[in-house]
Every structure is written in structure tokens, then in C-alpha cells.
């Protein structure tokens, strides 16, 4: 064994005391990252695992508002196994239409489904709905409250229910749903008398391939062969695009709060580092003084630092392990997916990185320094202070750094926000550093007070050993991290639960026959008198072609342009849809009879590179129509109302299979009549009620911010972690000037009112600090990355950032009660 | 040129601070030692004393002279130079005794031994605190003995690698009267059996009288040199 790695282990017998915080510091950090990573990976490898049953087969193909053709079909079954299934939203009701209730419909046939069960909970009156028979998700059942055997009403069809879904396979790669599923065979979908030239609904075929097959080549094959037909193919490998893309970007983002923990930790690791090495300045003298030198002397003590940290990294990465099954014990039922609960080594690796370099970064200089205690400080019989570390250190210390922002940067899957969030982060460092520096430099230079506890309360902010720097950094980047969530967040809520309900209509009402809409405009006014009725066209296209570029033969799709991917929205108006401005082009006379023509959302064109005058096509039921560009709109999509991103002229579309889609606005309470009305006299028009969308949709923000709170605490938590280790580092100060102040005849409550008030200042100084630095980035995130209005909560932000100085002034004070409690006798002593 | 002196310093000067904090410590010390030599260094606080000392022992590196410590020249190494030219060759035993309160006593001891590479360091170590009186004290810790025991852990430690020179400031000052004398006996005793050289930073006449030389400083400089006698 080498000498220095003997006298660590020598030195370490002493306990760990200064390195309790180091080793808490990191633990809490890694274990967030570690747990972070594990998670997102235990739900992708859980999307992975179950890709064929998710998607349904190994191949899927969908297109909309059409069946395959018979040649497509024939191409299918010649790859392998088909099964086609149907969905569509729909009302189901009770027979006597006392409630009437949103549902995805979906028809499946009987090789319904290639992969992964359908499974129906004990009680079922059969295995699988067939005819006139149905299976429905339970919550429905407890909204329409019907049971098992009762007949419910969806389109024309009476359907029977022989059970509730238990487990539907392919349900996570379906995507967002607003209503739950009712399934029923492709007998039951027929009799719903639903499925209509212009309803909107969507076909899948998905496909067994024989065992050997790569699907990729299938897909590849079928995009070939049907060009332009204007229909999505997906394999087994992307079973669910969305929820994919959301969890690994949910993951990237969390990594990078938790990564914002573990720099507030690195402070702390620092903090520890630098007091536990002060606390072995005498023997480190000695040493010196036997003949070590300063080598030997920085080998031993980094050393014990790389011992306590591979304690502390390894009890951080064995928590972060397990954090996927404790999330799924706890919370399994909100995950997409099961997670595959297996140990992930790559974000354990990369945590483990992390933590390292976290810990060299913000050891290494206090290390460098104590190279340096000369050793003639023992004639001296005090400790002078250190000189700083030479530039080699520094730069050493830069390049640590500057490895973790590449790993950041090279592990992330937006490379461009990573930098941003890391420029971020090191730009607050560095405005926090001189905002601690501001503190100290001002409290020095401030004039006495004739008090002589102000006296010591503004001392104590600048004096040699004050710990006033670290703690405005650490605290200042919690409090601030915190700060910017609870902006992002109570905007996001606020935009939901506040902004959108107020201009929202009450309901969307989708497939109104063409033939139907001035019977439906009608009945509407008549049930509604209040109401504001707005009806307008609806179909469902594909971009086919930009220019000449033909969407099929592009490689990737250029950023933003997300409206070339599948099928779209598509309408005709006379004139321009409220909540639209031109803001290029001239929009059409309301008689326009000339050749194809459509408005374009600006954003969009401006994505692709189009404007006015050029031609896009689009495929409409599997036939072409190529359009002239005749202006630009920009949308206010807050409205949520009708807004399509292509809207044609009149003349080109209205010959087209397609129907109705309605929006009414009305006081609450008439609500209820109305959807009773309308689906009594319209079964086959779906009715979306929009207060329920946005409680799902809030439900899942919900969700949102529990991840992303959790993974803020920790930051908060490691910033505590830090001012408890700054007050322990001060401890030895503070319990000298509590005995003196005793001896001299100070009271405890004066002393402790002195204390109170160095903390509560600073506690002012950083949550105003953070407000300001908080709000800004969080202005930043909400209107310029989200694109969404700044409305923030300001009471809860207020609220958050208070409790967060609150705490900091409490634990700082409960730090000195212990310094208060010193009996003066036995502290002399010791002192 | 070498010089037959185990210390051998001329016009040595040693300033801290600079502009007006300024503080000239040592004012053109010149001083002479042979080998086996005792030498008593007596004066009041601030005279000086324990700055010589830092600065002979190499602990503290002079401002300005020249100083040539058992051969080597201290002026020309830096501080890890300084720090490999003590090990083994100098001895150093200080008045808080200063032992590493994580090591046992065998374990202090030898350390010195370790960092000049010897290969039996442990067996040295052990023989030493037996020839202090501390053979069955090896396991113990700093804080499990008392404070005459501390300071002979730091005597065996200071003889155990044989050195040439050895230094002790004040090494009965935390001390009582009867454990100081039993302490100062059993330094005497370790300096005559590893014929080292003895220089002792003291206040107590008593003790200087025991040495071969007595020198006294005040102000930064050696203001008289003589035999005890």
C-alpha cells in the first residue's frame, strides 16, 4: 500500500465530520440524476419491450376518413398477417338519454390483437364483444352508471355490455384520448351506422409479419410502392412516437434541473472539502514538518476525498436504481407503460460522471490550497490564511467543468438547449459570485453601527471565515431554480385553468352531415338560445408535396413544419375565421370560383420556405389537389376555436365526402340539456365538452409538475444540505462570539436577535435575488421557448419563494442556538 | 565550498509583510554549530527564537544570508526541497507536541520513518518509544495519554530516524516541573545516544545551564554567545 493511501486511512479513523456534508451533497445530487435517468429509460425500454403490442403488430399502417383499397390491401395481406381496426370518437349513451358521454369507439375484427391481450375483468359475460356487444372501459361505466348487461346507445346501433377492459394493448400507442374506449367487432361498427364518406375516423391495418422479417424493410416497401397515397407507416420500433418523444424529453429536462442540484451539491461538496481541510491544517503542518511534502500531502487528501465520495457516488447510484420501482410501487398507475424494472448502466454511468467531475471540480482547489499550509504555522501557533491556488489549478479545476458541460451537451438530445440551460446556469453562477462578493465588499464598507450587535450581525456578513459567499451561490441558484418553476408552472396552470376556459366554447361537436347542418343549426338555437353557434367544414388531408419537393422524399422534416407529418385538419370558408389576421397575400372574394386556392398559417409556410403564389398539394381521400398560395394567417391559437392551418377557397372542397364540425358557446347550466337535446337527435355527432378536455389535460400538467417539483427539491435540499454545512463551518466563530458577548454581559435573545438579523438580511438579499433572476428565465422559458402568455400566479411564486427564505432564516438560526447553548466556562477551555 | 559545521548560517534575515506592515523578524543572524553540539537559545517573547528555529529547520524560508544546514544549502531549496532535506536528518519536537491525533503512538513515530523510505520503519518505531518508556503504549491514541506521554511519543518520534540535528522549542512548556525535568532527562539521554546536535528554544535558566552553549537573542538579533559553564 503507498504511503499517502496509508495516511489516508490513518487520517480518516478521525470520523468523517467534514466530509458528512461532501458525502450528502453528492449522494442527494447523483441519486436525482441516477434516479432521473433510470426512470426514463425503464419507460422507454417498457415502450420498447411491448413495441408490437402498442402499436398493435409489427407494422402498422393508418390512414384517414378511408379504408385500404383493394390493392393496398392485397399488398398487405401479402406481407403478412392483417388485422383492421377503426377508430373514432362517438357518443355513448344510456337507452333512456339521461347521459351521453364521449367515448372512443374502436371496431376491431377477430385477428384483433396480433400481439399483447385483450383482457376483460372478472365478470365479463364473454371474452370479446361480437354483434351487437361491447366492452367498455370502467370509468365510463361509472360516468353513464350502467352495468354489466345493460344496453347502451352509440350511433344507430343498441349495444350490450358484456364487460369492462381490463387490458388494451395497443391503448398507449393510440396517443391522447379524450374519451375511453368502447370496443365493439366490426359487426357492432357497422350497425353504429358511424362510419360515413366524410366522418372522421381512421383505419389501421397492422400486420404480423412472418417470423425473420425485418419490418423496416416492409415499411420501406410500402412507402415506395403507395408514394402519394397519403398514409402513415409505422414499425414495431416506434410504437408510440409521442409518448416516446415526451418521456425522453421529460427525462432530458429533468436531468437538467437535477443537474442544477447537483451544482448547488458541488457547492456543498466544496464547502465540506474546504472545512474539513481546515479542520486538518494542524496535521497536515505536522506532516509537513516530519518531511512530507506537498505531493504526498494532496495524494493523501485527495485520497480520502475519492473514499468518501465512491461511498457517497455509490449510495446515490444504488437509490437512483431503485427510484423506477419505488415511482411505479407509488405511482405505477400514472406512467404511460409499465416501466421494465432492470438496472440501467448508461444513465448510472452517466450520473456517476456527473458526480465525479462535480466532485473534482469543486474539491480540487481547496485541495490545491492545502498543499500549500506552510509548515512553520505551528511557531506561529495559528494558521494564516491560504494563498489562492496557482493558475495550473484553476485551469484543471476549468476543464473539469468544462468535461461536465460537454457531457451535458453531448447526452442530450437537444444539444442546443442543453448549451443554453448550461450557459444559463454558469452565467447565474458567476452573477451570484459577485452578488456575494457585492454583500461582503458592502458590509465592510458600511458604517458602524452604534449598536455593537448590529455591529457583530453586519461583521458577521464580511469577516475573515464568512461563509457569505457560498451561501448567496448555493442558496441563490435553489431558491432561483425553485423561483423559475413555480413561474413555469402556475403559467401553465393558469393558462389552462384560467385563460382557456374563459374564451373556450362548451362544446366541439364533430360529424354533422352535410345534408343535416341547417336541421342541427336549428335544434342548436332552439335548446341553446343563448348560444353562439359557429359551423364549419371539416376534412382530413395529407401534404403531399412543397414546390416540387415531395414531402415522401424528404429526409428529415424541417423544423416546425410538424404539419407535413400525417393527416391534417382541413376546411373551406367564404370568409376569414375569427381569431385570424393576413398578414401576407389578399384573402379570396367570398363568390371565388377559380382554381385551388388556400390560406396558410404564416409560422407554417414560414417553416417550409413558402409564400404567396407558390403551390403545395395536398391528398384528400387518396386524390391530389394542388393549390396556389394566396395568403399567409396569423393564428391566435389561445382562442381554441376552429383554426386550421389550411384553409381552401370555395369551389375546390365542397364536392368532397366529408361533414361538419360545430363549436357553441353557452351559459354552464344549460349545458346539460343541450348534449341530451343534440345527441337525441344526432347520435351519430360526436360532442366534445371542453371543460372535461381541459381538466384531463390539467390532470396531466398535474402529473408534470409532481416530476418536475420532485426533481426542484432536491435542489432545495442540496441547497440546505449547504447552508447547514456553512453554519457548521462558522460554528467555531459563532460559539467564540457568543461566549465573549456573554462574558461581557449580552442576554442570549440579544445575541440571538444579532444573529437573526445577519440571517434574515441575507434571507431578504437572495429571495429578492432570486424573484428577480427567477422571473426572468422564467419569462424566458414561458414566452419564448413555450410561446405561451405570461400570466404567472405571482401569490404562489411569492408564496414559494418566502417559505424558501423562511427556512433559510430558521435554519440559520437553529444553527446558532447550538453556538448560544456553549456554557462560557467550558468554551473558554476548549477554545 | 563545504563547511564542517552541522549549522552554519550567515547574515540570515527574515521579514513578513511588506510596505509599512512590514516586520524585520531576524536582523542579520550569524551562527555556528558543530556537530554534537548542545545549544541552549534563550531571550524574551518576540526575540526572535522560534523564527531562527523555523527558519534553520527549514520551516520557514529566510528573506536573505546564507544558510547551510548539515551540508545542504537551504537557501537554494524550495518547500518540498526543505521537506525531503528534513526527513532523517532533522529531528523537531515543539511545546503542544503536535502528534497526529488519527495515528497511534506507533504509528507517529513512525511516519518520519515512512516518508524517508525506510523499510523498517515500524520495528524502528517501536524500539524507540521503548527506549522512551512507552513499550506498552504502542496502540494507543494521542488523546488516551497524558501530556508527559505526548511529549515523549514527540521526542521518539523526532530521534527515531537517527537525525543529525535536533530542535525543540520549549519542549517542557506544557508541562509541570517534576514531568518537565523527567522530559528534559530523557532528551539529554536520546541526544547523547544518537549523537545528534541539540538546539533548545527555552525561558528556563535551568535548562539553558544544561546545555554545552547558551545563546541569547532580543530584537532579531543573537546578542551573546557563551559556554554554560
Known amino acids: 500500500m503507498s504511503l499517502a493511501l496509508r495516511l489516508a486511512l490513518r487520517d480518516l479513523r478521525g470520523g468523517l465530520t467534514g466530509l458528512r456534508l461532501l458525502a450528502i451533497c453528492l449522494f442527494l445530487g447523483v441519486a436525482a440524476l441516477a434516479g432521473v435517468g433510470s426512470l426514463s429509460s425503464a419507460i422507454v425500454a417498457g415502450l420498447n419491450e411491448r413495441g408490437q403490442a402498442i402499436l398493435g403488430g409489427d407494422v402498422q399502417v393508418s390512414m384517414s376518413q378511408r379504408d385500404a383499397s383493394a390493392e393496398e390491401l392485397a399488398v398487405f395481406r401479402a406481407a403478412g398477417r392483417v388485422s383492421h381496426v377503426t377508430r373514432m370518437r362517438a357518443m355513448a349513451s344510456r337507452l333512456d338519454g339521461n347521459e351521453t358521454i364521449l367515448v372512443e369507439l374502436k371496431g376491431v375484427d377477430q385477428a384483433y390483437p396480433l400481439y399483447g391481450n385483450l383482457r376483460l375483468e372478472p365478470g365479463a359475460l364473454a371474452s370479446r364483444p ?521 369551389g375546390t372542397l365542397e364536392q368532397s365526402p366529408h361533414s361538419f364540425t360545430a363549436t357553441i358557446s353557452m351559459p354552464q347550466d344549460q349545458e346539460r340539456v343541450f348534449a341530451r337535446t343534440i345527441s337525441k337527435a344526432f347520435p351519430s355527432v360526436s360532442m366534445i365538452r371542453v371543460k372535461e378536455v381541459v381538466e384531463t389535460v390539467a390532470g396531466m400538467f398535474e402529473q408534470l409538475s409532481v416530476a418536475v417539483r420532485s426533481a426542484a427539491s432536491v435542489a432545495i435540499l442540496a441547497g440546505i444540505a449547504v447552508l447547514i454545512g456553512a453554519l457548521a463551518a462558522s460554528r467555531r466563530a459563532r460559539i467564540y462570539d457568543s461566549v465573549i458577548l456573554k462574558l461581557l454581559g449580552a442576554t442570549r435573545a440579544r445575541i440571538l436577535a444579532a444573529q437573526a438579523l445577519e440571517f434574515g438580511a441575507l434571507a431578504l438579499i437572495l429571495a429578492t435575488v432570486a424573484f428577480l433572476l427567477g422571473a426572468a428565465s422564467g419569462w424566458y422559458v414561458v414566452v419564448e421557448v413555450l410561446e405561451l402568455e405570461w400570466a404567472p400566479d405571482w401569490g404562489v411564486v411569492l408564496a414559494v419563494l418566502v417559505s424558501g427564505a423562511i427556512v433559510t432564516l430558521l435554519l440559520g438560526l437553529l444553527g446558532s442556538l447550538s453556538a448560544l447553548s456553549a456554557r462560557p466556562a467550558q468554551a473558554l477551555r476548549n477554545l | 565550498m563545504t563547511s564542517s559545521y552541522v549549522i552554519d548560517a550567515s547574515n540570515v534575515t527574515l521579514s513578513l509583510g511588506s510596505g509599512d506592515a512590514r516586520v524585520d523578524i531576524l536582523r542579520g543572524i550569524d551562527l555556528r554549530v558543530a556537530a554534537g553540539e548542545s545549544v541552549a537559545l534563550l531571550g524574551p517573547s518576540g526575540s526572535g527564537k522560534s523564527s531562527l528555529m523555523a527558519v534553520l529547520s527549514g520551516l520557514e524560508r529566510a528573506s536573505g544570508g546564507a544558510i547551510r544546514i548539515a551540508g545542504q544549502d537551504f537557501t537554494r531549496l524550495d518547500e518540498d526541497g526543505l521537506a525531503r532535506a528534513r526527513q532523517g536528518r532533522i529531528g523537531i519536537v515543539l511545546q503542544a507536541f503536535h502528534l497526529l491525533p488519527t495515528m497511534t503512538a506507533h504509528e507517529n513515530v513512525a511516519v518520519p520513518l515512512e516518508l524517508s523510505g525506510a523499510d523498517d520503519a515500524f520495528a524502528i518505531a517501536a524500539a524507540e518509544l521503548a527506549a522512551v518508556g512507552l513499550g506498552r503504549r504502542l496502540t494507543h491514541y494521542p488523546a488516551q495519554l497524558s501530556g508527559g506521554e505526548q511529549q515523549r511519543v514527540a521526542i521518539a518520534r523526532a530521534t527515531a530516524p537517527k537525525p543529525e540535528l535536533l530542535f525543540a522549542d520549549e519542549p517542557t512548556g506544557n508541562l509541570d516541573a517534576a514531568t518537565g525535568n523527567a522530559i528534559l532527562d530523557l532528551l539529554f539521554e536520546r541526544q547523547r545516544d544518537t549523537g545528534a546536535t541539540l538546539l533548545v528554544i527555552t525561558h528556563d535558566l535551568g535548562l539553558a545551564r544544561r546545555c554545552g552553549r547558551i545563546l541569547e537573542m532580543q530584537d532579531g538579533r543573537i546578542i551573546s554567545d557563551r559556554g554554560s559553564g
Open chain 1, 130 to 650: 361480437s354483434a351487437n356487444q361491447v366492452a367498455i372501459g370502467p370509468e365510463l361505466a361509472d360516468r353513464l352508471a350502467v352495468r354489466i348487461g345493460d344496453d347502451i346507445r352509440i350511433g344507430a346501433a343498441t349495444l350490450r355490455i358484456i364487460g369492462f377492459i381490463a387490458e388494451e394493448p395497443d391503448r398507449v400507442g393510440q396517443g391522447f384520448a379524450l374519451g375511453s374506449t368502447a370496443l365493439v367487432d366490426r359487426t357492432g361498427l357497422a350497425a353504429t351506422g358511424l362510419v360515413q364518406p366524410g366522418s372522421l375516423y381512421t383505419s389501421a391495418y397492422r400486420l404480423r409479419l412472418p417470423a425473420g422479417t425485418a419490418p423496416d424493410a416492409v415499411t420501406e416497401r410500402f412507402k415506395t410502392r403507395f408514394k402519394d397515397a397519403g398514409f402513415q407507416v409505422q414499425d414495431r420500433s416506434d410504437g408510440a412516437p409521442g409518448t416516446r418523444r415526451f418521456i425522453e424529453r421529460l427525462g432530458q429536462f429533468l436531468t437538467l434541473v437535477g443537474l442544477a442540484a447537483l451544482v448547488i451539491a458541488g457547492i456543498g461538496v466544496g464547502n465540506g472539502v474546504t472545512s474539513y481541510l481546515d479542520s486538518k491544517s494542524g496535521t497536515i503542518a505536522t506532516l509537513k514538518l516530519l518531511g512530507a511534502t506537498s505531493r504526498t500531502i494532496f495524494t493523501s487528501y485527495l485520497l480520502q476525498i475519492l473514499i468518501v465520495a465512491s461511498g457517497a457516488l455509490a449510495a446515490g447510484l444504488v437509490a437512483g436504481a431503485v427510484i423506477p420501482s419505488a415511482v411505479t410501487w407509488i405511482a405505477g398507475a400514472a406512467l404511460p407503460v409499465p416501466p421494465r424494472l432492470a438496472l440501467y448502466p448508461t444513465p448510472l454511468l452517466v450520473s456517476f460522471c456527473y458526480g465525479l467531475l462535480i466532485a473534482f471540480v469543486f474539491a480540487i482547489l481547496p485541495l490545491a490550497r492545502a498543499r500549500a499550509v506552510p509548515a512553520g504555522s505551528l511557531f506561529r501557533g495559528s494558521l494564516e490564511s491560504l494563498p489562492r491556488p496557482s493558475w495550473q489549478w484553476i485551469a484543471l479545476a476549468s476543464l473539469a467543468a468544462a468535461a461536465i458541460a460537454a457531457l451535458a451537451v453531448t447526452t442530450s438530445r437537444d444539444p442546443g438547449f442543453a448549451a443554453i440551460f448550461i450557459a444559463a446556469a454558469l452565467g447565474l453562477l458567476l452573477l451570484l459570485s459577485m452578488i456575494g462578493w457585492l454583500i461582503r465588499a458592502g458590509a465592510a464598507r458600511l458604517p458602524r453601527p452604534a449598536s455593537p450587535l448590529l455591529r457583530l450581525a453586519l461583521a458577521n456578513l464580511h469577516r475573515p471565515g464568512a461563509q457569505t459567499g457560498r451561501l448567496v451561490v448555493a442558496l441563490g441558484l435553489g431558491l432561483t431554480l425553485f423561483t423559475t418553476l413555480a413561474v413555469i408552472e402556475t403559467n401553465l396552470s393558469g393558462q389552462i385553468r384560467t385563460t382557456v376556459p374563459d374564451r373556450a366554447p362548451s362544446f366541439f361537436m364533430l360529424d354533422i352531415p352535410v345534408a343535416e347542418v341547417p336541421r342541427f343549426r336549428e335544434l342548436a338555437r332552439r335548446s341553446a338560445p343563448a348560444g353562439e353557434l359557429v359551423t364549419i367544414p371539416a376534412l382530413r388531408g395529407t401534404v403531399v408535396a412543397v414546390g416540387d419537393r415531395r414531402v415522401s422524399e424528404m429526409r428529415e422534416l424541417p423544423e416546425g413544419a410538424w404539419f407535413l407529418r400525417g393527416d391534417r385538419g382541413l376546411t373551406y370558408a367564404r370568409d376569414l375565421p375569427e381569431g385570424s389576421r393576413i398578414v401576407a397575400g389578399h384573402w379570396w372574394a367570398p363568390d371565388y370560383r377559380g382554381p385551388p386556392l388556400v390560406s396558410l398559417d404564416a409560422e407554417a409556410a414560414r417553416a417550409v420556405g413558402l409564400g404567396v403564389g407558390d403551390r403545395m398539394t395536398i391528398s384528400i381521400l387518396g386524390r391530389e389537389i394542388e393549390a396556389r398560395i394566396g395568403s399567409l394567417r396569423e393564428i391566435d391559437w389561445d382562442t381554441l376555436g376552429f383554426n386550421f392551418i389550411i384553409v381552401f377557397a370555395p
